[in-house]
């Protein structure tokens, strides 16, 4: 069995990883020209669920190393009114093993780690064009440099808008979500660390606002790792690529709420929307916009998959964004990716052990893969929408202040605020 996957993304390598030590020949292609590339984005929150697929898939050494470039773990969950007035709060300290695996770790630097031992597998700067099957049933991949390669199995790994799933699957599409959103980067300094409080620096918080406008600040420290003698002594080549503490910050509404439409702005225009939408907002969060750089602001369209019913397998087949982009209003899209990566590679393993047909294996992973991500996608649509009734001016300020009044009544009662949190660590530890 050779296996050609399109796409050197989280769920692309380590899908690499999995096959690769299972004997299996693997070739990965990636249209970046190189390793490093800034390909948007730059926190990636991966949950104790999508920490265990990537324990499943990826060598000892790739997965400590993963564990050691994390952030410092958060010790709160914070949500806040747009003018920093608490109305519920999480203390994660006492709920360690329900965040054991919880990490947030810098997109770029989980690429590196994952592209470790993956370096005669991994090609650059090629552009996937399409594919063919050959005459023998084998799958021909081709690309825009007019080279090929010919593999038993193609997978799509490539991504929101990716090139295998257009034509694998004409007829799945994208769906505008009517919301838009933008955030930014900056550096913890002693003048922006001031601008939060203890649990803003030591957690996740997130703003609930009018008009149905949401917002997160978080903030990842790397400090610890950056000044540990073991770490330099045992990856020396991965001190320098451990990001500098940041704090990150995101808006998000719907588009129609929006005093124009963010897509086209350059970072100074983006910077001038944020403080725009955070108008009459607490003036810290607005001076962490301020002291953004424009050139660290930039904006998404947020967009959702429309669930596909079941095909016809076939060798080609799909996982991750490629074939279930959701709005990360759950943070469950690398995690999702993940967790096909360990049932992909599950499947084909049996398959190449010729435990199952290989058209069977992959049919099995495509009915389960369906299913949890059909829920995942679903899910993370109905928190981010912008035709929910919370965007509009009066329903919506009902909507908003029973939202709040609730959280209120959480945070008072100990027992309920327990029980809550242990819900959201068990949507965690699934998805």
Same mark, same amino acid.
């Given at each position: 069995?050779?296996?050609?996957?399109?796409?050197?993304?989280? /769920?692309?390598?380590?899908?690499?990883?999995?096959?690769?030590?299972?004997?299996?020949?693997?070739?990965?292609?990636?249209?970046?020209?190189?390793?490093?590339?800034?390909?948007?984005?730059?926190?990636?929150?991966?949950?104790?669920?999508?920490?265990?697929?990537?324990?499943?898939?990826?060598?000892?050494?790739?997965?400590?190393?993963?564990?050691?470039?994390?952030?410092?773990?958060?010790?709160?969950?914070?949500?806040?009114?747009?003018?920093?007035?608490?109305? +519920? @709060?999480?203390?994660?300290?006492?709920? &360690?093993?329900?965040?054991?695996?919880?990490?947030?770790?810098?997109?770029?630097?989980?690429?590196?780690?994952?592209?470790?031992?993956?370096?005669?597998?991994?090609?650059? /700067?090629?552009?996937?064009?399409?594919?063919?099957?050959?005459?023998?049933?084998?799958?021909?991949?081709?690309?825009?440099?007019?080279?090929?390669?010919?593999?038993?199995?193609?997978?799509?790994?490539?991504?929101?808008?990716?090139?295998?799933?257009?034509?694998?699957?004409?007829?799945?599409?994208?769906?505008?979500?009517?919301?838009?959103?933008?955030?930014?980067?900056? &550096?913890?300094?002693?003048?922006?660390?001031?601008?939060?409080?203890?649990?803003?620096?030591? /957690?996740?918080?997130?703003?609930?606002?009018?008009?149905?406008?949401?917002?997160?600040?978080?903030?990842?420290?790397?400090?610890?790792?950056?000044?540990?003698?073991?770490?330099?002594?045992?990856?020396?080549?991965? $001190?320098?690529?451990?990001?500098?503490?940041?704090?990150?910050?995101?808006?998000?509404?719907?588009?129609?709420?929006?005093?124009?439409?963010?897509?086209?702005?350059?970072?100074?225009?983006?910077?001038?929307?944020?403080?725009?939408?955070?108008? /009459?907002?607490?003036?810290?969060?607005?001076?962490?916009?301020? +002291?953004?750089?424009?050139?660290?602001?930039?904006?998404?369209? $947020?967009?959702? @998959?429309?669930?596909?019913?079941?095909?016809?397998?076939?060798?080609?087949?799909?996982?991750?964004?490629?074939?279930?982009?959701?709005?990360?209003?759950?943070?469950?899209?690398?995690?999702?990716?993940?967790?096909?990566?360990?049932?992909?590679?599950?499947?084909?393993?049996?398959?190449?052990?010729?435990?199952?047909?290989? +058209?069977?294996?992959?049919?099995?992973?495509?009915?389960? =893969?369906?299913?949890?991500?059909?829920?995942?996608?679903?899910?993370?649509?109905?928190?981010?929408?912008? @035709?929910?009734?919370?965007?509009?001016?009066?329903?919506?300020?009902?909507?908003?202040?029973? =939202?709040?009044?609730?959280?209120?009544?959480?945070?008072? $009662?100990?027992?309920?605020?327990?029980?809550?949190?242990?819900?959201?660590?068990?949507?965690?530890?699934?998805?």
């Amino acid at each position: 069995m050779r296996v050609l996957i399109i796409g050197a993304g989280t /769920g692309g390598l380590a899908l690499a990883h999995l096959l690769k030590y299972a004997g299996i020949e693997v070739a990965v292609f990636e249209r970046d020209a190189v390793p490093n590339a800034d390909t948007g984005g730059y926190r990636v929150g991966i949950s104790p669920a999508g920490t265990r697929a990537l324990e499943a898939c990826v060598p000892p050494e790739n997965f400590e190393l993963y564990l050691a470039t994390c952030a410092r773990p958060p010790r709160y969950f914070n949500l806040f009114t747009e003018h920093f007035a608490q109305v +519920l @709060s999480f203390d994660l300290t006492g709920a &360690a093993a329900a965040m054991d695996g919880e990490n947030n770790v810098i997109r770029r630097t989980l690429r590196r780690v994952l592209l470790r031992g993956l370096e005669s597998e991994v090609s650059f /700067g090629k552009r996937f064009v399409s594919y063919a099957h050959d005459t023998d049933g084998s799958v021909a991949a081709h690309f825009e440099d007019g080279s090929r390669a010919t593999g038993t199995v193609l997978v799509g790994a490539d991504g929101t808008n990716s090139t295998v799933r257009k034509q694998r699957l004409p007829h799945a599409r994208l769906e505008d979500t009517g919301m838009a959103s933008l955030g930014g980067k900056l &550096a913890m300094t002693d003048r922006s660390r001031t601008l939060l409080t203890e649990r803003m620096r030591y /957690g996740m918080s997130m703003i609930f606002a009018p008009r149905g406008l949401g917002a997160i600040i978080h903030s990842l420290e790397f400090a610890q790792r950056r000044g540990d003698p073991g770490f330099a002594a045992r990856w020396p080549d991965f $001190v320098e690529a451990l990001d500098e503490d940041s704090i990150g910050w995101g808006l998000w509404g719907a588009r129609r709420n929006f005093p124009c439409d963010p897509s086209p702005l350059s970072g100074p225009e983006l910077q001038h929307l944020a403080l725009q939408l955070t108008h /009459g907002w607490h003036p810290h969060l607005r001076e962490l916009i301020r +002291l953004t750089p424009p050139a660290a602001i930039s904006s998404v369209a $947020v967009r959702t @998959s429309v669930p596909v019913q079941e095909w016809q397998s076939s060798n080609v087949t799909l996982l991750g964004d490629a074939i279930h982009t959701m709005t990360p209003g759950r943070g469950a899209g690398a995690n999702t990716a993940l967790r096909d990566a360990a049932l992909l590679g599950r499947s084909l393993i049996e398959a190449h052990q010729g435990r199952r047909p290989l +058209l069977q294996a992959i049919h099995e992973f495509e009915v389960e =893969m369906r299913r949890y991500s059909t829920e995942a996608v679903l899910a993370s649509r109905r928190q981010m929408n912008g @035709s929910d009734p919370i965007h509009k001016p009066v329903i919506g300020r009902l909507q908003l202040a029973g =939202m709040r009044g609730a959280m209120r009544v959480i945070n008072a $009662v100990p027992a309920l605020k327990r029980r809550v949190l242990q819900n959201i660590m068990r949507v965690r530890g699934e998805n």
